[in-house]
């Protein structure tokens, strides 16, 4: 313990231990995940952020080990740590000046935003040495005047390589492309259950690995065009839960953007109509209702049960609101009389 105290004062980190952990200190090989809460303040106590009340909500930080994450030191200071064990590490400022870049990545992700969010045309360096705003006063002074920090952590789990299901952020390329037709086989399978929100998820998660891969690709290049052919699938199976669960106006949106790449595409046509006809978007569904016959014939009686189904609807939603406007207006009411004076 004194010589690891020791070996982290020489690199510019200074550890105090506030409660033990359980068990023998793991060996931390690369691909160990890390679960901990932590806590980000200055010297003079100011606290930045705090996984435990971060967006309005607890939640702790996941570190996979060995994946180059952008603040280094988390890493190192991680693996002097035990199962249960809650430390204060105060690093100089050699290991935090990419601070502020990971802390609004952090920030955005517990708001529910994309993470990379305002760093997209600026590399790490870069934009530390740039009057390029984090969109946080506390960060961007920060930014400007890179200072020492104190890191409390609070090691909640230690799990050893393959132990667990690997986060889509974390996965290699061929861990990803491997994995998508196992979460498109379990997304139909739980379909198949009417589990609709578990498939959801799997045909999401699926559509996500594929995603992260297109983006690393020229559009329109073979390599972009190949993974964009095996995410179709998964959107339109996606879209087809999203029906199950009424969400119309995304459903409108994604067969959208389907049939914009690939105008023959019956199925995103049929999804498209189907939703159009269940928010009421009568022309604009009879519109794909016709292309569907149009380019598969055979699809031509269960077009016209569509049909018919969204006339008796219309029918019905009519003859509802000619029922609420007579009593609005009060035509059942007698007739005025008129008089002389």
Wanted: contains cysteine.
């Amino acid at each position: 313990m004194e010589e690891e105290a020791h070996k982290l004062l020489e690199e510019g980190i200074r550890k105090k231990l506030i409660s033990p952990g359980k068990g023998e200190l793991s060996t931390f090989p690369n691909g160990t995940k890390v679960v901990f809460h932590y806590r980000t303040s200055l010297c003079d106590g100011t606290v930045l952020d705090d996984s435990r009340t971060m967006g309005g909500h607890s939640k702790p930080m996941e570190l996979i080990l060995g994946k180059k994450f952008k603040l280094a030191v988390w890493e190192r200071i991680v693996i002097t740590m035990k199962q249960g064990e809650l430390a204060e590490f105060t690093c100089d400022t050699k290991h935090t000046a990419l601070y502020p870049l990971v802390s609004q990545s952090l920030r955005n992700i517990s708001a529910g935003k994309d993470p990379l969010e305002g760093q997209r045309h600026c590399c790490g360096i870069a934009q530390i040495h740039s009057h390029h705003s984090l969109g946080h006063k506390d960060l961007d002074h920060l930014q400007a005047s890179p200072q020492p920090l104190v890191f409390t952590i609070e090691m909640l789990e230690v799990l050893c390589p393959g132990s667990f299901q690997l986060d889509v952020w974390a996965m290699t390329d061929k861990e990803k492309l491997d994995l998508v037709p196992h979460m498109h086989e379990e997304g139909n399978t739980l379909f198949k259950e009417g589990k609709i929100k578990e498939a959801t998820e799997k045909y999401y998660n699926g559509i996500a690995c594929l995603k992260s891969l297109q983006m690393k690709e020229h559009p329109g290049d073979e390599a972009w065009v190949k993974l964009d052919q095996m995410i179709t699938p998964l959107l339109l199976n996606y879209c087809q839960c999203l029906l199950r669960q009424g969400q119309y106006y995304e459903v409108i949106e994604h067969c959208s953007s389907l049939v914009f790449k690939y105008e023959d595409n019956v199925k995103a046509y049929y999804k498209r109509a189907k939703a159009h006809s269940a928010v009421w978007n009568e022309k604009e569904a009879r519109a794909d209702f016709d292309k569907v016959v149009e380019l598969d014939p055979s699809l031509g009686p269960s077009v016209a049960k569509e049909l018919r189904a969204m006339e008796e609807r219309i029918r019905t939603k009519e003859r509802e609101d000619k029922g609420r406007y007579k009593g609005l207006f009060g035509y059942n009411s007698p007739p005025a009389t008129a008089t002389t004076s």
